[in-house]
């Protein structure tokens, strides 16, 4: 049997005591990097004490101005949209050198790291909506790239075994102009440098109505869909492609859909539970427990087997109401697989 990786895919509550617009402020400003590297690194801390493998620094800014930020910087582009090495930084990833050395102390070995980057589909459909020039699609996905370089070679304490592309629009924009060759090339070229360095490169989609992009992309191995709250998407995938084109799966198993989970406890209990809080824990001690996160494994696991490379919660946590009930989905989903592996 493959081993089977638990990561997640990024987002998490802020703090109680940290608002977003400080989280935004300090980003922007960057004049309390002692705070701001602090709230990264103690969220980043219990994703590795819930249990996931290979964790994605908890991500606390916007997923396009992350990027775009600094593509439109004049003093960090060669020329428009082409941004410079040296300019293409992931901010988080300097916090969590901290987290990462005590780590290596701790059990002697080099904790491995997912990095999430925001594809250029993405970024082009913020920018420019429908309209297509295919020449600043391409540059974006160079500039991605670049991110991503730039992140493998700066890594001291860690090693980035996980590239993201992040391509939620894909799927389910109707502005989206570009043809199927277009976003191979696009995709070929965002991920160019991960691949080279020996990363999984995995394409995180919202809809795997068009997940064959990915596969017939070389340079990406692993397609996620989200599975938990959607099982219904595990039948649009034919196992034959994935074979084919050397393609594995990352599959949501948790359900990170707090709104229709909540909306579960409100019919039960007649109340607001964003209102009543009691109730809200029971999303992780009632719904989203071990035992149907182990199931949703097996189900899965009998239709793809060892087609399944990745396995974690479906999307972000960063709505979920507290760091608190984020933390127990993380430490449910790890024990959902521990039960898995020992009932295989």
């Not at 995995?202 to 938990?228: D, F, K, Q, R």
């Not at 989970?261 to 409100?266: D, H, R, Y």
Request: aromatic share 10%; glycine share 4%; charged share 25%.
């Amino acid at each position: 049997m493959q081993e089977i990786i638990f990561d997640d895919i990024g987002s998490y509550p802020l703090p109680e005591w940290v608002s977003k617009e400080w989280i935004q402020n300090a980003f922007k400003t960057r004049a309390e990097d002692e705070k701001l590297f602090s709230v990264i690194n103690d969220a980043f801390q219990q994703k590795i004490d819930a249990g996931v493998d290979v964790p994605t620094y908890p991500q606390y800014q916007d997923m396009n101005e992350q990027f775009l930020k600094v593509i439109r910087d004049s003093d960090c582009t060669e020329g428009p949209f082409d941004v410079k090495l040296e300019c293409a930084r992931i901010e988080e990833l300097e916090a969590i050198e901290t987290v990462a050395k005590a780590y290596k102390e701790k059990f002697g070995e080099t904790l491995k790291v997912r990095i999430c980057v925001t594809g250029p589909t993405e970024l082009y459909l913020k920018e420019f909506g429908g309209t297509r020039y295919a020449d600043i699609y391409s540059l974006l996905a160079k500039s991605i790239n670049k991110f991503v370089l730039n992140s493998m070679k700066s890594a001291k304490h860690f090693k980035i075994a996980t590239v993201s592309i992040d391509e939620p629009s894909i799927g389910l924009n109707p502005e989206l102009s570009f043809d199927e060759n277009d976003i191979i090339s696009a995709f070929s070229e965002a991920s160019r440098a991960a691949s080279k360095w020996g990363a999984d490169v995995e394409i995180h989609l919202h809809s795997p109505l068009y997940y064959h992009y990915a596969c017939e992309t070389p340079t990406i191995n692993v397609i996620g869909v989200e599975s938990a709250a959607n099982p219904s998407y595990l039948k649009l995938i034919d196992k034959k492609m994935l074979d084919d084109t050397d393609s594995f799966l990352r599959l949501g198993i948790a359900r990170t859909d707090i709104f229709s989970l909540a909306g579960i406890l409100n019919e039960k209990y007649c109340t607001n539970i964003w209102k009543d809080q009691q109730y809200m824990p029971e999303i992780v001690s009632e719904l989203e427990t071990p035992d149907v996160i182990a199931k949703r494994l097996k189900q899965a696991y009998r239709s793809f087997g060892s087609q399944i490379k990745y396995v974690g919660p479906d999307c972000g946590l960063g709505s979920w109401p507290t760091q608190k009930i984020a933390f127990t989905l993380l430490s449910n989903v790890a024990q959902g697989i521990k039960n898995f592996r020992e009932n295989l």
